[in-house]
Every structure is written in structure tokens, then in C-alpha cells.
């Protein structure tokens, strides 16, 4: 990797999956508590690697958190505003958690649902009151957001500048340029293992 490229590597759920799919397809992006900590091990050999977890599942603070503490490694989170304090989600104490551990919790928008259509009905809940919620609920400044599903266009990008977000994550499965405003991440699924991850993500 050249000194200024990034491997943004993004996670979701860790563990078993409680219950039925939330959406089609999110089981795809679970990950066994195994097979997660051989991938941390396999990016701690990376110093060009960035780590993020969406969504904002408990095992972020089960389970990540633990592991990222004890690794010496940092992360960004982007929890679901509507889903903080529901079953199997991260809560309040969780959040102020990850802030007390130096990591940083961005937006995952209000209510799971992508940008790219979601914006014309629901740009305030998406792009500023889940803002707020998530700021209210870690005591610190919400200024990266990860686009659900990865959706965006030219129109949700418009809006993210305007809105003065800092950063945007994406999940295009291509390297980053450090310090670029637009994030494209590599995101890890169940068949992964730290073998695919290794020649996948970070060759």
C-alpha cells in the first residue's frame, strides 16, 4: 500500500444472529466471534487499516469493543438512532462506552433505509434528528455518517456536505485515500475468514 491508501474494512454483527433478518440479505453480513478475532489479529499486521462497525448491534460492545481495547486498536461505530435501547441493539451506556474507549460513533442514519430514496421523505429524521439522538446519547459531536446499504448519489452526497459532515463512508470495495472526504470501505460477511480478508481487502 502507498503511505497515503487506506483499507477501510467494515463489519456488522457478531456472533448469532437473534431471530429473523431485519432487512433481506443482513444475515449475509454476520460474522462468527471466531472468525472475527482472527481478522482483527490479521488487521493488526495493517497499519493502513481503518476499522468501522454499522448498524449498531450489541455485540459491538460485547464483543468488538474487548477485543479492539485489547489489540490497542481504535474504530468508528454508526449505530441506527431508531434501534439504540431496543433488544439486541447497543444502548445509551453502550454508546458513552465506545466514546470512553477513544473510539468514534458516527451516524447510520434514523430508521435503516437508504439514502438515495429515503432523503425525499425523511431527510430530516435521516440526516439530522438521528444526528442529534446520537450526539444527545454519547455527549460528543456527531460528524461522520455511513451510508445504509452503501447507497448514495450525487443528491445524498449534495446533502451530507451541506448537512457538514465531516467524513462519508461508503462501501465500495476499493481503497481509500487517507484523508478524502468520501470513505469506500470493504465490508467482511460470513464466508470470510482472515485468509479471504487478507487477499481480498488488503493486498
Same mark, same amino acid.
Given at each position: 500500500?502507498?503511505?497515503?491508501?487506506?483499507?477501510?474494512?467494515?463489519?456488522?454483527?457478531?456472533?448469532?444472529p437473534k431471530g429473523p433478518e431485519r432487512e433481506p440479505g443482513e444475515h449475509r453480513y454476520w460474522v462468527s466471534e471466531a472468525t472475527f478475532l482472527?481478522?482483527?489479529?490479521?488487521?493488526?499486521?495493517?497499519?493502513?487499516?481503518?476499522?468501522?462497525?454499522?448498524?449498531?448491534?450489541?455485540?459491538?460492545?460485547? =464483543? !468488538?469493543?474487548?477485543?479492539?481495547?485489547?489489540?490497542?486498536?481504535? @474504530?468508528?461505530? &454508526?449505530?441506527?438512532? %431508531? $434501534?439504540?435501547?431496543?433488544?439486541?441493539?447497543?444502548?445509551?451506556?453502550?454508546?458513552?462506552?465506545?466514546?470512553?474507549?477513544?473510539?468514534?460513533?458516527?451516524?447510520?442514519?434514523?430508521?435503516?433505509?437508504?439514502?438515495?430514496?429515503?432523503?425525499?421523505?425523511?431527510?430530516?429524521?435521516?440526516?439530522?434528528?438521528?444526528?442529534?439522538? =446520537? !450526539?444527545?446519547?454519547?455527549?460528543?459531536?456527531?460528524?461522520?455518517? @455511513?451510508?445504509? &446499504?452503501?447507497?448514495? %448519489? $450525487?443528491h445524498v452526497l449534495k446533502a451530507l456536505r451541506t448537512a457538514g459532515y465531516r467524513t462519508v463512508f461508503t462501501s465500495d470495495a476499493r481503497p481509500?485515500?487517507?484523508?478524502?472526504?468520501?470513505?469506500?470501505?470493504?465490508?467482511?460477511?460470513?464466508?470470510?475468514?482472515?485468509?479471504?480478508?487478507?487477499?481480498?481487502?488488503?493486498?
Amino acid at each position: 500500500m502507498s503511505g497515503t491508501e487506506l483499507r477501510n474494512i467494515s463489519f456488522h454483527g457478531i456472533g448469532t444472529p437473534k431471530g429473523p433478518e431485519r432487512e433481506p440479505g443482513e444475515h449475509r453480513y454476520w460474522v462468527s466471534e471466531a472468525t472475527f478475532l482472527e481478522v482483527l489479529d490479521e488487521c493488526v499486521n495493517h497499519s493502513q487499516v481503518r476499522l468501522s462497525f454499522d448498524d449498531g448491534n450489541a455485540s459491538d460492545v460485547t =464483543i !468488538a469493543l474487548p477485543a479492539l481495547v485489547e489489540r490497542g486498536l481504535k @474504530a468508528d461505530f &454508526f449505530p441506527i438512532a %431508531d $434501534r439504540i435501547g431496543t433488544p439486541g441493539n447497543v444502548d445509551e451506556p453502550g454508546l458513552r462506552a465506545l466514546i470512553a474507549a477513544g473510539m468514534t460513533v458516527g451516524t447510520h442514519g434514523a430508521g435503516h433505509r437508504p439514502w438515495t430514496s429515503a432523503l425525499v421523505t425523511h431527510h430530516e429524521d435521516e440526516l439530522r434528528a438521528a444526528r442529534t439522538r =446520537i !450526539a444527545e446519547a454519547t455527549g460528543r459531536p456527531v460528524e461522520t455518517a @455511513a451510508c445504509p &446499504f452503501g447507497a448514495y %448519489d $450525487r443528491h445524498v452526497l449534495k446533502a451530507l456536505r451541506t448537512a457538514g459532515y465531516r467524513t462519508v463512508f461508503t462501501s465500495d470495495a476499493r481503497p481509500a485515500q487517507a484523508g478524502a472526504w468520501l470513505q469506500p470501505r470493504y465490508s467482511v460477511e460470513t464466508d470470510d475468514t482472515a485468509e479471504s480478508v487478507r487477499s481480498r481487502m488488503l493486498t
